[in-house]
């Protein structure tokens, strides 16, 4: 079985200020974790992903997140928040040795205030 | 470009009626799937398909039906058994277990 958990519903940050966006995850073998960004009555774009090697991964828009296996946490970063990543972000899990199905936690809103 | 296409955008469904959402890809992916999202409850596994003529059964399955007879295309048929289909309907697709999987601009469905 696999699951990932949001633990925040909600994230408010001001503009310039770091911004950060938690996900731990659960598999019973090695994951792939994914990250997604939803706009309003848009699909889901795709901003990174961990397949194996460095815990630290970059992605798009200035976007990273970190793995850290320990925890079981794949966290979402970025440095200096802007108004236009103000948005509905989801992290994603699959099991290494599974099927191809991806679960999804239940999405975290950012809003990031001028 | 290539990408997902889906349609239409928004499709109203009146008591008793089943209704068919499109899903087309030129992405010449092989995986295809249908996700329900409904607000605080992320996206919830409907059907999908590994390969052109074969499909499973996702988390949530009753009250759906899907076809893939096309590698470009998996439509999913919402019958008149789902008692509460309003909700927005995405489809995506990826070739290979470690890609991230492509997403359309869904579908929304409501009830008339």
């Known amino acids: 079985a696999q699951s990932v958990a949001q633990p925040e519903d909600q994230v408010n940050v001001a503009e310039g200020n770091p911004l950060t966006v938690k996900c731990t995850y659960s598999?019973?073998?090695?994951?792939?974790l994914f990250w997604y960004v939803q706009y309003p009555n848009r699909g889901l774009q795709f901003l990174l992903k961990y397949i194996t090697g460095d815990n630290l991964v970059k992605g798009s828009y200035g976007f990273e997140a970190e793995f850290n296996k320990s925890q079981t946490s794949f966290h979402l970063k970025k440095p200096s928040a802007l108004v236009s990543d103000s948005a509905l972000y989801f992290c994603a899990v699959r099991d290494r040795g599974g099927d191809y199905k991806l679960s999804f936690g239940a999405g975290t809103t950012v809003t990031v205030r001028a | 470009d290539g990408g997902i296409t889906q349609s239409p955008k928004y499709l109203f469904r009146k008591e008793g009626q089943n209704v068919t959402l499109s899903c087309e890809q030129n992405l010449n992916h092989d995986a295809m799937y249908w996700y329900r999202q409904d607000p605080g409850q992320g996206l919830r596994l409907i059907y999908y398909?590994?390969?052109?003529?074969?499909?499973q059964k996702g988390d949530i399955a009753e009250g759906y039906s899907v076809s893939r007879e096309k590698k470009e295309s998996f439509p999913l048929t919402v019958t008149s058994a789902q008692k509460n289909p309003t909700a927005f309907y995405l489809c995506?697709?990826?070739?290979?277990?470690?890609?991230?999987?492509?997403f359309g601009d869904g579908t929304r469905l409501s009830i008339l």
């Open positions: 598999v019973s073998g090695n994951p792939y």
């Open positions: 995506a697709s990826v070739q290979g277990r470690n890609q991230p999987q492509h």
């Open positions: 398909s590994q390969i052109v003529n074969d499909f």
